[in-house]
């Protein structure tokens, strides 16, 4: 907590929604995670290949800080981007905190030294301290953490997590003008949800997207070859195959900051069985628990990942890109019939 302006850290699973709540909170608004999450519409699924044997970047979601939800509260939304840690202690002066785009790979505490990079992530600045550092609440862990200006800098600037660099965005918030009805707003953002993931109009999101990373990924074992440092999930730099890293960063991308597991099939399905509540329709429902199912697979998968790459043999490696293949279409296909039966509520 930040005692000189009410801020109160909170764990959270979406970086987005979780750094909109905590600032909502400090004005004196209180809105659950699943439903900022849900209203703002982001939801979905991102693949875009890489060349060579960098990890493909693979996230549960498809638009980058839409802020739907912010215009149904009627919060006042302003975009910067400043470039030094003058620049962004100086916003500070005025709002509780500010929320940021970063490269986690590039914050200290995430353990990864800059060996992936993942930018399409949120954390809210709180304050500057002395010494050249910052408070940074990440809802990725329990507490807020201390980081140095040019660590802070170096994330908010990086270019190397195409086509999600940070690109110095930063967003301040107002205070709420109104609370939105689920009964009413709910089925707009649900059917807005479905078409988009349904035909996104890009074969690098929703329902096509995940259909090419089951074509895509069979090729993993002859793009991704060679020996590269790695980070494990204790932090220590590794020496592992161009494969293996591929498949602990997708096990990563699933359970630790983006596909579905324990994240974002979980918080969408929250928010469906708010929907169906207020508007008394077992449709949502009925959805919400399709995408339940689907988060189970997605647990399996990334749990197998983290479980089995780090040191298995190249044969068992190829197993577990048939293991990707045959999840990843079981949860599109489950995920199409959610969608598929809220398209026409």
């Known amino acids: 907590?930040?005692?000189?302006?009410?801020?109160?850290?909170?764990?959270?699973?979406?970086?987005?929604?979780?750094?909109?709540?905590?600032?909502?909170?400090?004005?004196?608004?209180?809105?659950?995670?699943?439903?900022?999450?849900?209203?703002?519409?982001?939801?979905?699924?991102?693949?875009?290949?890489?060349?060579?044997?960098?990890?493909?970047?693979?996230?549960?979601?498809q638009v980058v800080m839409p802020l739907r939800a912010a215009r149904l509260l009627g919060v006042e939304v302003h975009a910067h981007t400043p470039k030094s840690a003058a620049g962004l202690a100086a916003l500070l002066e005025v709002v509780p905190a500010v929320t940021t785009r970063v490269d986690i790979g590039l914050m200290p505490y995430w353990g990864l030294e800059g060996r992936a990079s993942f930018g399409g992530y949120f954390v809210n600045v709180v304050r500057a301290m002395g010494e050249g550092e910052f408070e940074v609440s990440d809802p990725a862990f329990d507490s807020s953490e201390l980081v140095r200006a040019d660590d802070l800098n170096a994330a908010r600037s990086s270019r190397s997590s195409p086509p999600l660099n940070p690109d110095w965005r930063t967003y301040t918030f107002g205070s709420p003008r109104n609370t939105p009805r689920l009964d009413l707003v709910g089925p707009v953002a649900v059917r807005t949800l479905s078409r988009e993931v349904l035909r996104p109009g890009s074969r690098s999101l929703g329902i096509p997207a995940m259909k090419v990373l089951t074509?895509?990924?069979?090729?993993?074992?002859?793009?991704?070859?060679?020996?590269?440092?790695?980070?494990?999930?204790?932090?220590?730099?590794?020496?592992?195959?161009?494969?293996?890293?591929?498949?602990?960063?997708?096990?990563?991308?699933?359970?630790?900051?983006?596909?579905?597991?324990?994240?974002?099939?979980?918080?969408?399905?929250?928010?469906?069985?708010?929907?169906?509540?207020?508007?008394?329709?077992?449709?949502?429902?009925?959805?919400?628990?399709?995408?339940?199912?689907?988060?189970?697979?997605?647990?399996?998968?990334?749990?197998?990942?983290?479980?089995?790459?780090?040191?298995?043999?190249?044969?068992?490696?190829?197993?577990?890109?048939?293991?990707?293949?045959?999840?990843?279409?079981?949860?599109?296909?489950?995920?199409?019939?959610?969608?598929?039966?809220?398209?026409?509520?």
């Open 1 to 61: 907590m930040s005692d000189q302006n009410g801020y109160v850290h909170r764990p959270g699973i979406h970086s987005e929604s979780a750094c909109q709540r905590n600032i909502l909170a400090a004005g004196g608004h209180d809105v659950d995670e699943h439903v900022i999450f849900g209203l703002d519409g982001g939801f979905g699924f991102s693949y875009f290949p890489t060349r060579g044997n960098t990890p493909d970047i693979i996230v549960g979601k």
């Open 215 to 345: 074509t895509t990924a069979p090729s993993w074992p002859a793009n991704k070859r060679g020996e590269v440092e790695d980070v494990d999930l204790q932090g220590h730099v590794i020496t592992t195959s161009a494969l293996a890293r591929q498949l602990l960063h997708l096990g990563r991308q699933i359970e630790s900051f983006g596909t579905g597991g324990g994240m974002f099939r979980p918080v969408i399905a929250r928010f469906l069985s708010a929907v169906s509540e207020h508007c008394d329709n077992p449709r949502y429902a009925e959805a919400a628990d399709l995408f339940g199912q689907s988060a189970e697979h997605w647990t399996g998968l990334g749990k197998a990942l983290l479980a089995r790459s780090a040191c298995a043999e190249e044969s068992e490696l190829k197993g577990l890109v048939d293991e990707v293949v045959t999840s990843v279409r079981v949860s599109m296909d489950l995920e199409k019939r959610a969608l598929a039966g809220l398209t026409s509520v």
